[in-house]
Each structure stands twice: as structure tokens, then as C-alpha cells.
């Protein structure tokens, strides 16, 4: 996406045919003088190029050549560099017929100088290279136009407002430190204390890891959020895997039946709980079978609980004894396997169970609900918990990443600064030249976050993926 200085337009609210309004934008030089000469003041004799920037001015947009007026509109002037894209800006206010959108940008089209329409992210491209945002806020523009929830929504404002921003320039203004610090050292090795200069180098580089690794843990949580936490329900056939996913989405999806091994694929649901987006999974029962299709099914439902970041495991209250130990069994081995991962247990069909009949498995699992999905009892109070784990879980993090370029990046910095850490620790006589190459490389991963170090590739990428408009 190669730069130049045409003034361009376009739709910034999408073309639905009628509305009340719609917007049409223009950036570039001549931008408020092309306007101008269409434009007719409700106030006679006002002309836009005299006009202060982050006014509004009413009048009519007028086609000259065939003598006609086209519509009444209001007019938002916003002077370089005081606009989203630091050039001179017009955002024309109009009614929304498409008839009228279409009129007006063909117009200016035809009968303007030098305007062209935009290119998709046009806009946000130039408010880059005039450096209003740098890359991570632009990204976060696109993530919040396409935000389908709360959580996402926040997470994106957040990085617009400079949270991740902010946290690269720190980074990088360490890293400056880092540097400054072996420059002496090459300069005047004389006249340093080599084992004080060691320890705080030392000190610099241990710092920059915790921080590293602290964006680089959010991404887990960042990158479920964004997607949705996927929530796979398992266990053994016929327990209530089915009316329980039913009851969840309040709908049915999943067949339920008294029958073995009804369900013979994964189905998926989505709910939003406490502004968060789950993915919640309804899976085959796992049993011992020679049934080639239940066997697809079950090697399914295996490769859901990889994948899955919450695993609800649900059993029936009623069992005796010594199946309560197998159950407790399976869930410890659950939590061995899976130690990263959330593991509810759940016993089912409570309804027709006293307390008694599983009050051990309370004593020897944690997290153990008691629920009816048939009746629709304790489901709710199971939801909240869950919920609540993640949405304590975002409202810890200042920052979150959900961007997995920036997520790699951060990884290749980790990995520089670490092999510059490990050196400076285990050896003397390193060559301080080799540890400043690591800091260099480190500085350009930084550099990609933030679009201080990018190539047109990248940015193309990036930036053909918004509307046009914006």
C-alpha cells in the first residue's frame, strides 16, 4: 500500500439503502477547498476555506454543471493536524438515501481535482504514517469495529487509548537503558566496577523478562476472549450431556434421548456471560465400543478436550461408592493431564439423589457442582463461577494482547533478551559486541509492534482488512 498525497473519499457508514443519515468523508490537501466549491451556506456568503477547524456548517450541496441542488447537509471541517488522518478533513453530513450518496461521490468523482476513491483502511493508513496512532492502535480500530461483545469492545478501547503502546515504549525505553549502559562499558571499561555493572545489566534484563512474559501469559486469556472460551462437556454416555448443553443455550440443539450414545458428533453453542463470549461443546459419550461411527465420535469428543480451555466433566449424583471412586479417578486424572486447563465437575440428575450419595466427592474434588439439567437446577449458580473465574481473570490484566502478530513478536523479543540474560550470567569474558546484537534484534520485534519498524507487506496485510471509509 504505497502512500501519496491524492485527496480521497469515500462511504463511512455502510451503503443499507435508506436511513436518517449517512457520512461522507474526504482527506487530503484539497479536500476543504473541493467541498467548498459545491458547497452553498445556509448563511449566505460563508465559504469552508475561512472556516476554523471542528466547526459544523449547514447548507446544500449543489451539482454547478446542471444547476440543481442535491441535498441539504451539514458539513464537519477538521484541519491538518487536527483530524484522525492529520490532513485536512470533510466529513459531509447527509440524508441517507443511496440515491444521494451515490450523486455526491460521483460528483466530486467527476467534477473535483485530483479526488479518487479510497482504498480499504485508507484513512487509518494515513493517520499511521502521520503517526496520530501507531500500528497496534490502528489494529485495535479494526478489532473494535468488529467487536461482538463487551470484553472485546474494552479490550480494544483500551489499546486505542495507548495501553499496549505505552507498555512497548517502556520496554523499549529500558532496553535504551540496557544499551546506554554497555556503551559505557565499551568506552570506559577502566573505569567501571565490573561486578556492580554486571548486576544491574543483570537486573535491566531480568526486569524486561517478567514484563515479556507478563504480555505474553495475557495472550492466553486475550486470544480465548476474543475468539471465545471454548467449554467442552464430557463424560460417559447417557448422564445428561445433552440436556445440560440444551439448558446452557436455551435451545435444542443436541438430540436427548434414553438411548446410548445418542450424540455422535460435537455441536457448538455460543453464549455471552458477564460481557465474555463462550463456546460451549456438546460431545459423544466416552465408553468402551467396537461401533465405527460411535469410535469417530469419541476420538472427537478427545480431540475437543485438547483443545478446549474449560472442561466440564458430568456424572450422575447417584452412584455408589466404589463408582464415586472411579469418578474421583477420572477427574484426578483429568487434572494430571490437563493441569492448565479448568475442570469443573459436575454431578447430574441431583433431583432424584440425596446429598449423602456423593457428599464424598465434595470432600475430594474441588470445584463440584450439584445440578438437574432436566429440571434446570443449580445450572445457573455453575454458569456464574465459571464466568466469574475469566471476567476476575481480565479485570486483573491492565493489558491484554489478543493480536497474535503482536503475540509473536513479544515472543521473539523474550527469546533475544534471554539468550543476552543467559550469556552476561554464565560467562566473564563474553563479547559485549554479541550481547548488543541480541539488544538490537530485540529492539526491531519491539519495532513491529508498534509499526516503527514495518515493511509494506505487512502493512498491506493489515490494512486491506478494514471497510472502505475507514
Avoid: W
Amino acid at each position: 500500500m504505497l502512500f501519496n498525497d491524492d485527496t480521497i473519499i469515500a462511504l463511512a457508514t455502510p451503503p443499507m439503502g435508506a436511513s436518517a443519515i449517512s457520512v461522507i468523508r474526504l482527506s487530503g490537501k484539497q479536500s476543504i477547498y473541493t467541498v467548498d466549491s459545491f458547497f452553498i451556506s445556509a448563511k449566505h456568503g460563508k465559504k469552508l476555506q475561512n472556516q476554523s477547524t471542528h466547526t459544523i456548517h449547514l447548507g446544500y450541496i449543489s451539482d454547478n454543471k446542471n444547476k440543481k441542488l442535491i441535498d441539504q447537509v451539514l458539513i464537519s471541517i477538521f484541519r491538518e493536524p487536527y483530524s484522525y488522518t492529520g490532513e485536512n478533513m470533510i466529513e459531509i453530513s447527509c440524508h441517507g438515501s443511496q440515491y444521494i450518496q451515490e450523486y455526491i461521490i460521483k460528483l466530486f468523482l467527476e467534477e473535483g481535482k485530483g479526488i479518487r476513491l479510497a482504498n480499504p483502511g485508507e484513512f487509518t493508513f494515513r493517520a499511521f504514517l502521520n503517526k496520530k496512532i501507531d500500528l497496534s492502535q490502528a489494529e485495535a480500530i479494526y478489532d473494535i469495529i468488529y467487536s461482538e461483545n463487551k470484553t472485546n469492545n474494552e479490550i480494544s478501547l483500551q489499546q486505542i487509548k495507548g495501553t499496549l503502546k505505552e507498555s512497548i515504549k517502556s520496554l523499549r525505553t529500558k532496553l535504551l537503558n540496557f544499551s546506554s549502559l554497555l556503551e559505557l562499558e565499551l568506552d570506559f571499561p577502566e573505569e567501571n566496577n565490573p561486578s556492580l555493572k554486571k548486576s544491574t545489566l543483570l537486573s535491566i534484563l531480568k526486569d524486561l523478562q517478567v514484563s515479556l512474559n507478563n504480555l505474553i501469559e495475557s495472550f492466553s486469556l486475550g486470544n480465548a476472549i476474543k475468539t471465545g472460551i471454548i467449554v467442552v462437556i464430557i463424560g460417559n454416555t447417557n448422564v445428561g450431556k445433552s440436556t445440560l448443553f440444551n439448558q446452557i443455550l436455551q435451545e435444542n440443539r443436541s438430540i436427548v434421548s434414553h438411548v446410548s450414545g445418542t450424540t455422535r458428533d460435537s455441536l457448538e453453542g455460543n453464549v455471552i456471560l458477564k460481557g465474555i463470549p463462550f463456546r460451549f461443546v456438546d460431545t459423544a459419550g466416552i465408553r468402551k465400543t467396537t461401533n465405527p461411527i460411535e469410535l469417530l465420535g469419541i476420538n472427537k469428543t478427545l480431540k475437543s478436550i485438547k483443545n478446549a480451555h474449560v472442561i466440564l466433566y458430568l456424572f450422575e449424583a447417584y452412584n455408589g461408592i466404589e463408582k464415586q471412586k472411579k469418578i474421583i479417578q477420572t477427574i484426578q486424572t483429568l487434572n494430571k493431564k490437563y493441569p492448565m486447563k479448568k475442570i469443573f465437575a459436575i454431578a447430574n440428575k441431583s433431583d432424584i439423589s440425596s446429598f449423602k450419595d456423593f457428599c464424598n466427592l465434595h470432600s475430594s474434588v474441588n470445584r463440584i457442582f450439584d445440578i438437574s439439567s432436566k429440571n434446570n437446577q443449580g445450572i445457573n449458580k455453575m454458569l456464574d463461577v465459571l464466568s466469574k473465574f475469566f471476567f476476575d481473570q481480565f479485570a486483573k490484566k491492565r493489558i491484554i494482547v489478543t493480536n497474535n502478530r503482536h503475540y509473536e513478536a513479544l515472543k521473539k523479543t523474550l527469546e533475544e533478551i534471554s539468550i543476552a540474560y543467559n550469556a552476561l550470567a554464565l560467562n566473564n569474558n563474553i563479547s559485549i559486541d554479541l550481547i548488543s546484537l541480541h539488544i538490537r534484534e530485540s529492539f526491531r520485534f519491539l519495532g513491529q509492534i508498534t509499526g516503527e519498524i514495518t515493511n509494506e507487506e505487512v502493512l498491506s496485510n493489515i490494512f486491506s482488512k478494514f471497510c472502505i471509509g475507514k
